[in-house]
Structure formats: C-alpha cells, structure tokens
C-alpha cells in the first residue's frame, strides 16, 4: 500500500519516491503526497519526474497518478514529485471550513450534516433539516468567521475506532482511523487535507440555501474563493448601479421599483394596442362592402402580433369575417363574429390539411402555420372562396 504522506503532513508538496509500477501512464509510487479524490474532496494536480500528473486516483493496490504522458522513467527510480500548492491550499480551506460549518450546524441547530460535495467553484454540505432560515444561515457564518479569528488549533490523531470518543459520527471503520479535531468544537474521522489552524480557513461565506430531499443543501465558500467571489459580485453589482446611475447600496429598492413601473407599462402597452386594434378593425370594416350573406370579409397582411389582435376586435363587430395572413412566418388568423354564421375553427381546420398546415382553434378565433408562401396563398383563397 501506497505511503499517504499527507496523512501527517498536508503542508508538504515536494518528496521524493520509488516507483513501484507504470503501466503507461498509470503510476503507483510506495509513498506520495498527492491526495487521491476522496471523502467529497478533489484530487490533486501537480508533476511527477517532471511529467505532469493529471488525475490520482485511490485504488486498492494504493494510490494511482494519470500521467499527461508516459513517463522515461521505469520501476526501482526514485523520482520527485511536487503538488500543485494553489489548488491544494484553496481544497484545504474549503474542507476546513466544511468540518467547522458541519459542526455548527449540529451544535446550533441540531442538524447533521448527511453528504458534502466540493466542488471546482463552490462547495455544499446537505444538512438533515427540511429549512434553514437565512437568519440561522448568518448566525453560523458569524459563529464559523469567530472561530476563524479565534484561530484554534486542527490536529490530526490516529486512533483505535474500537476506542475513539467523542466523534461527530460513529465511523464505520475498524482498526485505526484518523481523526481531524478542530480545538473545543469538532472531532471527525476523515482522512482529507486540512489546515492546521482555523485562521488558514479565511473568511467562510454561505450562499445559497437549497431544499433538496428533506434535507436543505448550503453553499459555502472560504478564503481566497470567498474573496473572489465577493469581487465578482462587487464588478456585477458596480455595472448595474452604473446603468441605473445609483450607488450599490440603492440597487435592490431601485431595480424592484423599475420593475414594477415596467409591469405597469407593460400594461398601459397591452390596452392601447387593443384599443389600436378596435381602430384598425372598424376602418377596416367601413371599408369593406358586405357579402351576399350580408358578411363583411375582411382580408389583411401584417405582422402576427398584429393580427391576433386584429382577429380579437373584429369578432365583436356584427357580420364580419376576417382573415390576415403573414408569410415570416407563414401564419394564418381566422376569425368570425358570432352572428356571422361562420365557424372559424371548423373552417381553417380543412383548409390549413388541404395544404400541408398545422392549427386548429374555436368558434370565434381559429390560427395555424402553413409549410411555405404558395401554400399560405392556397389556403387563404380556400377561405375567401
Ligand atoms: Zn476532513
């Protein structure tokens, strides 16, 4: 089995090790300090005799390094390895503050914590509670960034599973485990990466606060991600304040406000486009002689928006038909005012099959789409008999 060297040291990203297989650009070493993906946490990136390692993986036989390319190197070398310090730090303050989130969690608001998940740009705990409250949510980020500040001791200790109290939750293991304590607060089995005091965490920033199963999923973010993530939204914020000629602070009460107006014109739009649409409707009827049965047969070109509303104003007028048609795209409206003894739907459906056209629609307003220009033709001269 592969010598897990961060097990007792996750500060440490050069050693050195002898390979012990290569099978491509599979190898296994007898001890490594890259951590293999794990317990929730990401495995590391880093080089491997100069070669870059791009996944490791925890294998039965020990810990297995993916190599970008096969290597010179062949079993019996020593070769340096050399973890990518960025990645590893920033996975080690996020795991940190997942063991001090979980244990608030448990200590304030008797929920554990049921699975974690790290990911590239945020992590999350699912807590075994159906709601978390934001105030509860702020009350464990200020009690987390109190122990940040407090910066208590995180120690690593092997002992007997059989033997261990005290731990958050019972492992499942036999024999000897590991146990990750955060001083006067946690004591969890784990075998992950961790910093050695709260104060390495950073700052530790909740987000989002999810339902998910019964259980309410917490996103969470710490140190320099929390950092960055605040810049973000810094920039995003800046921007909207700029458009709206407002300070960062104004934007909420400002946007909310912006759109209830724009609801309201939406609004005051929609009422004078009908009432436009009664207009149009009327000269079109005035202009147009009726029929032999006495029906106004109104035939009109517009765009679609325009002749649904067309469609709506002519139904209320006495005797009248009206058909408007659009070729982009090729659309059709039908309509009947009530006395005109016309069934909108009945008729267009049969015209619209002859051609190729999809649509149906009831007595009064009937529409469809017809598959190109000549066909929309065909189907309006159906129509206008
Ligand atoms: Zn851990």
């Known amino acids: 089995m592969t010598d897990r060297l961060y097990f007792t040291d996750a500060y440490l990203t050069a050693f050195e090790g002898t ?15 890259f951590y293999p993906t794990s317990g929730g946490q ?17 294998e039965d036989a020990g810990i297995m390094h993916l190599l970008e390319s096969a290597p010179s190197f062949a079993v019996g070398a020593t070769v340096k390895g050399a973890v990518d310090w960025k990645r590893r730090f920033d996975h ?28 590239a740009d945020s992590a999350t705990v699912d807590i075994e509670v159906e709601s978390v409250t934001r105030t ?23 002992e007997d599973a059989a033997t261990a109290s005290g731990l958050r939750k019972p492992s499942d293991r036999t024999g000897e485990i590991r146990i990750v304590s955060i001083a006067e607060i946690d004591r969890s089995a784990c075998g992950g990466t961790h910093v050695r005091a709260t104060g390495e965490i950073g700052g530790v920033l909740i987000r989002k606060l999810e339902k998910y199963k019964k259980q309410t999923r917490v996103e969470f973010i710490c140190g320099a991600r929390a950092i960055a993530r605040a810049r973000a939204d810094y920039e995003a914020l800046t921007g909207i304040a700029a458009v709206l000629s407002t300070g960062i602070d104004e934007v909420p009460t400002l946007v909310a406000s912006q759109n209830e107006s724009l609801r309201a ?7 004078l486009v009908e009432s436009l649409a009664a207009y149009r409707a009327r000269e079109h ?40 048609s659009c070729e982009s795209p090729n659309t059709i409206v039908f309509a009947a005012s009530e006395d005109s003894g016309l069934n909108a739907g009945a008729l267009l459906k049969p015209a619209l099959a002859a051609h190729g056209g999809r649509g149906g629609g009831n007595q009064k307003v009937a529409q469809g789409t017809a598959p190109d220009a000549t066909a929309l033709r065909a189907i309006v001269a159906i129509l206008t008999g």
């Open 136 to 158: 509860e949510a702020i009350r464990i980020e200020t009690r987390a960034n109190q122990i940040v500040a407090e910066n208590r001791a995180v120690s690593v200790a092997f």
């Open 42 to 58: 990401q495995f590391d990136l880093g080089t491997l005799g100069g070669v870059r390692v791009v996944e490791v993986i925890d």
């Open 92 to 119: 080690m303050q996020q795991h940190t503050g997942q063991h001090l989130l979980s244990a608030l969690f448990e200590d304030l608001l008797k929920a554990k914590t049921a699975s974690v998940h790290f990911g």
């Open 285 to 324: 009827y005035d202009a147009t002689a009726p029929s032999a049965a006495d029906v106004r047969w109104i035939v009109v070109s517009a765009a679609p928006e325009e002749l649904r509303a067309l469609a709506t104003a002519i139904t209320s007028l006495p005797k009248a038909a009206f058909i408007g």
């Open 265 to 271: 014109m939406e609004s005051e739009k929609r009422k």
């Open 19 to 33: 390979v012990e297989s290569v099978e491509g650009t599979r190898v296994r070493l007898n001890k490594t300090a």
